[in-house]
């Protein structure tokens, strides 16, 4: 994965200064390959749309991805024909590569595209990119999935799509309804930061940008759109499925193991209402709370359930223990990254070892417990197991909570401070 972007965090989120002279403020990419029936029509019903109906400046760049037919000749006269087109050619194919190269040399603070064959309804355009003009989102997608979205196609397509996006979340826990709908913007000091880490070129880059910026916390717009399959579409369903799924294993391993500097793509504190003080109450203790409690529900299960197992072919004590040690890392990996929001490798053994100090002191409560229980009846039931090891297992939850945040994952720096005219 890539690393190499520069350092210093996100400025604040504020409207853009679309009065100011100068460039345009959206450019609207429309990636193409040997598409010289279809590109003239869409650039000339794109343009005529937005001159109707978008109120600031805009460019449409026609990003030809190394087409061998007559697409580059047909774009270079469309440049020549309408003011506000410029086309731009890439020797090698991939709609991810043609985006980011546009998006990375453009200067217009918001940067969109769209497909070629228009099967996203034009009306959703403005509603897509007017929230980042307004400095509300960050990223904002066309969604074929939402409820209010009216949408024409086969039951093949209806299927992979909906399966596609099933399998990012629960494999990548992604929020988002659909990922891979042509019809998307992103805000250009979102895109400066965002696109050196995306790997993918083709098109698996818009399912990576999508979750690496939900992991990161920005904000996605999603707009409902009417969309109209393209029957002659000459995307490959199996390569690209194929290429797709690769991608998630591929960014599904980097999150696991921290290897995005995602905390780069963070707003600075007091940017998002949930960094307010609510009175009375530790910075972060609410949001921290709330993660730890679900983080520990699904660690009691999952301790559960490897508990059955193991008793099934030892005894109480070896179980307990077997369990709880497997149960207990993944907890601890989980809270390092998810409640106390700690990223990256550094510390990440230190973090496990006292964790396991934290595994020990609970080792020791559910052990007592069992060896308590057993004194007071010499043959409990398996239930009777079960129920007091939930009790000692709460109890030994509100001191993990308490040692997680004082000694393993404490809040080490003040959080940073910003003048005023600095985030506004």
């Excluded at 509603?127 to 093949?156: E, F, N, Q, W, Y």
């Excluded at 989980?334 to 990256?344: D, E, I, K, P, Q």
Aim: aromatic content about 6%; charged content about 25%; proline content about 6%.
């Amino acid at each position: 994965m890539r690393t190499d972007i520069s350092v210093g965090t996100l400025p604040a989120r504020e409207h853009l200064p679309v009065g100011a002279a100068g460039g345009p403020v959206l450019d609207v990419v429309i990636p193409v390959y040997n598409e010289e029936r279809d590109l003239e029509p869409c650039v000339r019903r794109l343009r005529k749309h937005l001159a109707r109906t978008f109120p600031y400046a805009f460019r449409i760049t026609v990003a030809d991805n190394a087409s061998t037919d007559r697409t580059p000749e047909v774009a270079a006269r469309l440049v020549r024909e309408i003011e506000g087109v410029r086309h731009v050619r890439l020797e090698q194919k991939g709609r991810g590569r043609a985006l980011r190269t546009v998006w990375s040399a453009s200067d217009a603070p918001v940067l969109a595209y769209m497909d070629v064959d228009l099967s996203t309804d034009l009306n959703a355009l403005l509603p897509l990119v007017a929230p980042l003009i307004s400095g509300h989102s960050d990223l904002a997608i066309g969604s074929r999935l939402s409820r209010a979205s009216r949408v024409v196609r086969g039951p093949k397509r209806e299927f992979i799509s909906r399966a596609y996006n099933l399998i990012l979340k629960s494999s990548l826990a992604a929020r988002f309804s659909d990922a891979q709908c042509g019809f998307k913007a992103i805000r250009r000091d979102v895109a400066e930061r965002l696109l050196p880490m995306v790997e993918d070129t083709g098109w698996f880059f818009d399912t990576e940008l999508l979750v690496l910026a939900e992991r990161a916390g920005l904000r996605i717009h999603e707009v409902p759109v009417d969309w109209v399959d393209d029957p002659d579409s000459t995307v490959h369903i199996v390569r690209t499925a194929t290429d797709d799924l690769k991608g998630v294993w591929r960014v599904g391993r980097a999150l696991a193991v921290g290897a995005l500097p995602l905390d780069r793509l963070a707003r600075p504190f007091g940017d998002d209402p949930r960094d307010r003080a609510i009175s009375g109450v530790p910075g972060g203790l609410a949001r921290q709370l709330v993660g730890f409690c679900v983080i520990g529900a699904l660690s009691t299960l999952f301790y559960l359930g490897l508990y059955s197992l193991f008793r099934s072919g030892t005894g109480p004590q070896v179980a307990n223990a077997a369990a709880l040690l497997v149960s207990a890392v993944a907890n601890t990996a989980a809270n390092r990254r998810l409640t106390f929001g700690v990223r990256g490798r550094d510390r990440a053994m230190r973090h496990q070892a006292q964790g396991l100090v934290v595994f020990a002191i609970g080792l020791a409560l559910t052990s007592g417990s069992l060896a308590a229980l057993g004194a007071a009846n010499g043959d409990p039931s398996h239930s009777t197991e079960v129920t007091v090891l939930v009790a000692a297992n709460l109890a030994a939850t509100v001191l993990r909570f308490l040692l997680f945040r004082a000694w393993v994952f404490p809040d080490r720096a003040p959080s940073p401070t910003y003048p005023k005219d600095a985030t506004r």
